[in-house]
C-alpha cells in the first residue's frame, strides 16, 4: 500500500483546495468525480465513475490511507443524490480501511438564535436540507463509533476564494464587479455579521484532518477569520484592494427572490436557507486552532489571493454587473 496516497471525491472547490494542500505536503493524490477529468496536473490519476456505486467507490478508493468526502450535488438534487453518495464513500472507507474525512456545512444547525455556533451545538434544523445535513452527519459517527471507519468531520460556513464561482455570496456577483467598478450583488441583509470561509483554508484544514492523530471521531469547524464582519465591511475591502475609491453593492431584495424561485428551481431551493443570511451568523473555530494549530489566512491576503485568482482567469468583466 502507497502509505501517502490520499483519495479526494469531488474536484468542485472543496476538492481542488484538498487537492493542492496535499500536494503541498508531497502527498499522492487520486481525484474521482463523475468524468474522469479535472484541472490538474497530467501527472495527476483522476477516477471516472458514480460514488454512489459502493464497487466503483472501494475500486476508486483501492490503496488510499485517506479518503475525503468533498461532492457536493445541485441544491434540488440534494435528497435524491446527496445521501447514496455519502453511503458510497463511507462503504469504500469501511472496504480499504482508509480514514474519511467529511467536508460538511453547518446546516444541520438550524437558527442561531443569537448564539455562536460552536461544534457542541445541539441539531435544531428547521429546513429539509439541514435536517438532511443532520442525518447524513449522525450516520457517519455511528459509523464511527460502531469501529467500522474512522471518521473525521470538517464544517465550514459560507465560503469564498479562488474557485467559489456562481455558489459564493463572495463570488462572481462580487470580485469581477469589484475589478471592473461595477455594482456588486448579494443576498440577505449586508449589514449582518456573517462568518465566511476562506476555500484554501477550508482544503487545509481538511487535509489536517486526514492525518492528525487526534482528528477523529470529532467535529470540527474549518479556520475563519476570529473577527466576524458583516458582508458590507467583506465587499468594502474587496473594493478597496481592487482599487476602487467606492464600493457597490446592492442586495437581492427577498420579494424578487421569491419571484425568481417561481421559475429556477435552485433559487428556489435558496429561499429556506436565506435566515442565514438575515440575522446575524457566526461560527466559531477556535477548536481546530487550538488543538490542530491550523489558523485562518489574513482577511487582507485572502482577499488579495482571490482578486488575483479572477485576474488570472480572465473574469474581470464577468457576470451581469452594472455601473
Do not use: C
Request: hydrophobic content about 35%; glycine content about 8%.
Amino acid at each position: 500500500m502507497n502509505s501517502d496516497l490520499h483519495v479526494i471525491f469531488g474536484t468542485g472547490a472543496i476538492g481542488l483546495a484538498t487537492f493542492d494542500a496535499l500536494r503541498r505536503r508531497g502527498r499522492t493524490v487520486r481525484l474521482v468525480n463523475r468524468s474522469g477529468k479535472a484541472a490538474v496536473p497530467d501527472d495527476v490519476e483522476v477516477a471516472g465513475g458514480d460514488a454512489s456505486d459502493p464497487a466503483f467507490a472501494a475500486r476508486a478508493a483501492r490503496g488510499a490511507t485517506v479518503t475525503y468526502q468533498t461532492m457536493n450535488p445541485p441544491y434540488q438534487a440534494w435528497s435524491a443524490q446527496f445521501p447514496a453518495l455519502q453511503s458510497g464513500v463511507l462503504s469504500a472507507a469501511e472496504a480499504t480501511g482508509a480514514r474519511l474525512v467529511s467536508m460538511e456545512n453547518v446546516y444541520m444547525y438550524g437558527r442561531p438564535d443569537a448564539r455562536t455556533l460552536t461544534e457542541d451545538r445541539e441539531n435544531n434544523a428547521h429546513t429539509k436540507k439541514g435536517q438532511l445535513r443532520a442525518r447524513m452527519a449522525e450516520d457517519l459517527l455511528t459509523a464511527h463509533r460502531a469501529g467500522r471507519a474512522e471518521i473525521a468531520i470538517g464544517r465550514a460556513s459560507d465560503y469564498f476564494g479562488p474557485r467559489g464561482g456562481a455558489q459564493s455570496n463572495l463570488g462572481d456577483r462580487v470580485f469581477p464587479a469589484a475589478l471592473a467598478g461595477k455594482t456588486s450583488t448579494v443576498l440577505g441583509d449586508r449589514h449582518q455579521p456573517h462568518t465566511y470561509t476562506y476555500i484554501p483554508d477550508i482544503g487545509e484544514g481538511l487535509a489536517v484532518l486526514g492525518e492528525h492523530p487526534d482528528a477523529p471521531g470529532e467535529v470540527w469547524h474549518l479556520p475563519n477569520d476570529p473577527e466576524t464582519r458583516s458582508t458590507q465591511q467583506l465587499v468594502d475591502a474587496i473594493y478597496r484592494q481592487a482599487g476602487q475609491q467606492h464600493t457597490k453593492l446592492r442586495s437581492v431584495p427577498p420579494l424578487l427572490l421569491r419571484a425568481m424561485a417561481i421559475t429556477n428551481p435552485v433559487v428556489r431551493e435558496l429561499l429556506e436557507m436565506q435566515y442565514q443570511f438575515e440575522e446575524p451568523f457566526i461560527v466559531d473555530s477556535s477548536k481546530i486552532t487550538k488543538r490542530l494549530g491550523v489558523t485562518a489566512t489574513p482577511l487582507d491576503q485572502a482577499i488579495s489571493e482571490t482578486l488575483l485568482s479572477y485576474i488570472n482567469t480572465g473574469q474581470v468583466h464577468a457576470g451581469r454587473a452594472q455601473s
